[in-house]
């Protein structure tokens, strides 16, 4: 394989990866704090599903370069400027609402993300490993599509909740769709969709839901970014002492 289709498709993995590995560590911080014992269990869950395709796409990253020996070197071992996740996937949970809203958001996207890679992907290893991850996607974006029609379409305070969720996360959702000149390009070759080729059935399906929860999608437009070039909020900082710790602490560890 030639040098720069490597580096196109270690760039993609990464940022692929750094998503689900940082929303898999946001999430998991709901564990012992969720407000019943059933969401105790399912967003924890979730999380380790995330973090479990972060840690497949970095091993199918480290096949095709030497730069890392082992996945829980990209993941725990690199400084805040090379991570390439989305900055909506960084920000704090806030409350229970705004962490619902924000899965629905990225997992809705992801789905039809995977549902093309499995069918279009030239690489043949990633292509396999999107049958998966569409299904375990496809299960977030139905789990919390309901949370948040049960949520916007419940209480006044709860409803309350969710209008101010959907202004918090509004800033954040133009980057999902943002056409970079890597994606141009790992388009062009088939390897990825371009983002903007997910928006209108994205945009379609969450107007759906949040129309059923008695609330609205703001219009998009690309207000913040950055994250894919390793730009980041400052709170990303704070997230990765409490995610690289125990590399850190104690290097080379295993269970």
């Not at 969450?206 to 913040?224: C, H, Q, S």
Request: hydrophobic content about 35%; overall charge negative; glycine content about 8%.
């Amino acid at each position: 394989m030639k040098k720069n289709m490597v580096d196109m498709i270690f760039e993609g993995l990464l940022r692929i990866g750094d998503d689900n590995l940082i929303l898999g560590h946001r999430t998991s911080e709901w564990c012992g704090h969720a407000p019943t014992l059933e969401e105790d269990l399912a967003l924890p869950n979730i999380a380790l599903d995330l973090i479990g395709h972060a840690q497949g796409l970095y091993c199918l990253a480290i096949e095709l370069k030497s730069d890392y020996e082992h996945e829980d070197q990209i993941a725990f071992l690199r400084l805040e400027h090379q991570y390439r996740n989305l900055l909506l996937v960084e920000q704090e949970n806030g409350h229970f609402g705004n962490t619902i809203l924000r899965l629905f958001y990225f997992s809705t996207f992801m789905k039809y993300f995977w549902d093309q890679v499995r069918v279009n992907c030239c690489f043949k290893k990633l292509k396999e490993f999107a049958e998966k991850a569409f299904l375990e996607t496809s299960y977030h974006s139905k789990y919390s599509s309901q949370w948040v029609i049960t949520l916007g379409d419940g209480t006044d305070e709860s409803n309350k909740k969710m209008l101010e969720s959907i202004s918090n996360l509004e800033p954040f959702i133009g980057e999902l769709f943002d056409n970079d000149e890597f994606s141009e390009i790992s388009s062009k070759y088939g390897f990825l969709p371009k983002p903007s080729s997910i928006f209108k059935s994205w945009e379609n399906e969450v107007k759906t839901v949040l129309t059923k929860g008695g609330l609205y999608l703001p219009e998009i437009f690309l207000k913040k970014n950055g994250g894919r070039r390793g730009e980041h909020s400052e709170i990303f900082g704070y997230l990765l002492s409490d995610l690289q710790y125990m590399q850190r602490a104690f290097p080379n560890s295993k269970w």
